[in-house]
């Protein structure tokens, strides 16, 4: 894959406090990669107009409080391009709700991924979405990378959760072409009605014979060729996805777990998917979330 290939504008969704901090460095970490924009977008709430001392119109300028939209993105450059001269990097600020304000800027902006942080809930010490990546992981069709991992390196293995259908082979493609360089693991969890009542191990057995049939399929539906195909691992096991993926991700070293979507419209914007939100609120690392390409705007 050349540099041609790769996105030409990354859309970081930022709050400006800690908690897109970690969002922020992996932003810059990929622009710089990918030699791409790095484009800071930023919401503003409605100003107030009326102050204890009257309308602010009717005061005069030196006495008015700074433009707020000029005071963000004046700190935005300020912390951004003094520490990353050789960075293109472009800010966004507008007023209005959070989310909507991200993907309109993001949609406009033809910018093929949008980088957001999480909350961390300091009593309970663990990360948690807020309104805001709700709003945009239900609303948007741009992948969305949510980051909870510290940006040490380019991310050097990728798990991708599949259950062998369109979304997910689209998810694959596209986390591909972002990381072409990292390894890639499939990941299907399966049930079996009446487990109970069969032989545990011939179960196993048969799933497993079906999850490799099912995954050369699948791969080659997404291009790879027979030889790329074999350095794919293969993770067929039974169980519920979160917990298998939460597991995983706590005992093995860190990695990008990639989730494709289903649906779209009134369905699709109250579940998220119902497993690919269970994924995201369970998996502790970073995780790339791609929308199902059927996905329609409301």
Not at 1 to 20: E, F, G, N, Q, V
Not at 79 to 104: K, M
């Amino acid at each position: 894959m050349t540099k041609d290939s790769y996105p030409k504008r990354i859309a970081l969704a930022s709050d400006l406090s800690h908690r897109c901090d970690r969002a922020l460095d992996r932003s810059l970490l990929l622009a710089n990669a990918w030699q791409a924009e790095l484009m800071v977008i930023h919401a503003l709430a409605p100003p107030e107009n009326v102050t204890l001392f009257g309308r602010l119109d009717d005061l005069p300028s030196w006495r008015r409080p700074p433009d707020p939209v000029r005071a963000a993105r004046d700190r935005i450059y300020r912390d951004l391009v003094g520490e990353n001269p050789s960075a293109v990097i472009s800010v966004q600020v507008e007023t209005g709700p959070p989310a909507e304000v991200v993907l309109l800027a993001a949609e406009k902006a033809d910018a093929e991924l949008i980088v957001t942080g999480v909350a961390r809930d300091e009593l309970l010490a663990r990360m948690f979405l807020g309104d805001t990546v709700e709003r945009l992981i239900r609303k948007s069709t741009i992948p969305i990378l949510i980051v909870r991992d510290r940006a040490f390196e380019p991310y050097k293995s990728m798990l991708v959760a599949t259950d062998f259908s369109e979304s997910a082979r689209v998810a694959l493609e596209r986390a591909v072409r972002l990381f072409p360089d990292a390894g890639i693991s499939l990941f299907h969890a399966y049930d079996v009605p009446f487990a109970g009542y069969l032989g545990r191990a011939e179960v196993e057995r048969q799933f497993d014979d079906f999850g490799n049939d099912a995954a050369d399929k699948f791969l080659a539906d997404a291009g790879f060729s027979a030889a790329a195909a074999q350095k794919v691992s293969r993770m067929v096991e039974r169980g519920v996805p979160e917990a298998l993926l939460r597991d995983y991700a706590e005992n093995s070293r860190r990695h990008l777990t990639v989730v494709g979507t289903h649906g779209g419209g009134l369905v699709f914007e109250t579940l998220i998917g119902s497993t690919a939100r269970k994924i995201i609120d369970a998996v502790p690392g970073d995780v790339l979330l791609v929308p199902d390409p059927a996905k329609r705007k409301d």
